[in-house]
């Protein structure tokens, strides 16, 4: 075997050790769903139902993911929009309606942008949903829902670059649009 053809299976072997945590944090992700999901259905679909928007907000990696869901979302006939937390606080506020609900994705839940957006956010009457891996952080106390997203670590070997987290959350976007969907759709759940 030459040189070049171990590299490969050692590209190959870390690739697949990759995509292998990914998976068991999106297997953590799905058995962990419980009440926080159901009261991020059933808070959307109020909004929904009342004529008004989901407005998701994230900050670095999560403000990549939030447009990806948000997109989700509107594609499967739920109104929904992105809103970039560092804008929001000079000026753009303004594309949040009192019938929308806030939609907030930070795994860490301690973002100083997220953090300081919520109190102008809730003066407003909006309903807000933290979507984290952290339960008990700061944004999730000031939130009015908490929909876990918590992984045992992400698939970077210093467990810094969001990979895990990130796709574990995208998936959970990704069940909120599709259960969403199927309601107010009438598409069978069954499968």
């Given at each position: 075997m030459n040189k070049t053809s171990t590299h490969c299976d050692n590209y190959l072997e870390r690739?697949?050790?990759?995509?292998?945590?990914?998976?068991e944090g999106l297997r953590q992700v799905r058995d962990n769903l419980g009440s926080g999901f159901v009261a991020t259905v059933q808070?959307?679909?109020r909004?929904?139902?009342?004529?008004?928007?989901?407005v998701l907000t994230g900050v670095?990696?999560?403000?990549?993911?939030a447009q990806k869901i948000s997109a989700t979302l509107a594609s499967c006939g739920s109104t929904s929009v992105i809103l970039n937390p560092m804008q929001a606080l000079h000026?753009?506020?303004?594309?949040?309606?009192?019938?929308?609900?806030?939609?907030a994705l930070s795994y860490s839940g301690e973002s100083d942008e997220?953090?300081?957006?919520?109190?102008?956010?809730?003066?407003?009457?909006?309903?807000?949903?933290?979507?984290?891996?952290r339960p008990d952080s700061s944004l999730a106390k000031c939130s009015d829902?908490?929909?876990p997203v918590a992984i045992k670590a992400e698939a970077c070997p210093f467990n810094l670059a969001p990979t895990t987290s990130t796709t574990a959350t995208l998936a959970v976007g990704d069940a909120l649009a599709?259960?969403?969907?199927?309601?107010?759709?009438g598409q069978s759940m069954e499968t």
């Amino acid at each position: 075997m030459n040189k070049t053809s171990t590299h490969c299976d050692n590209y190959l072997e870390r690739a697949r050790q990759v995509i292998d945590a990914e998976i068991e944090g999106l297997r953590q992700v799905r058995d962990n769903l419980g009440s926080g999901f159901v009261a991020t259905v059933q808070q959307c679909l109020r909004t929904l139902d009342d004529g008004g928007k989901l407005v998701l907000t994230g900050v670095g990696k999560n403000l990549h993911i939030a447009q990806k869901i948000s997109a989700t979302l509107a594609s499967c006939g739920s109104t929904s929009v992105i809103l970039n937390p560092m804008q929001a606080l000079h000026g753009d506020l303004g594309i949040i309606g009192s019938r929308d609900t806030l939609l907030a994705l930070s795994y860490s839940g301690e973002s100083d942008e997220l953090i300081t957006l919520v109190p102008a956010v809730k003066r407003m009457g909006v309903s807000i949903i933290t979507m984290t891996g952290r339960p008990d952080s700061s944004l999730a106390k000031c939130s009015d829902i908490v929909l876990p997203v918590a992984i045992k670590a992400e698939a970077c070997p210093f467990n810094l670059a969001p990979t895990t987290s990130t796709t574990a959350t995208l998936a959970v976007g990704d069940a909120l649009a599709m259960v969403l969907l199927s309601i107010r759709y009438g598409q069978s759940m069954e499968t």
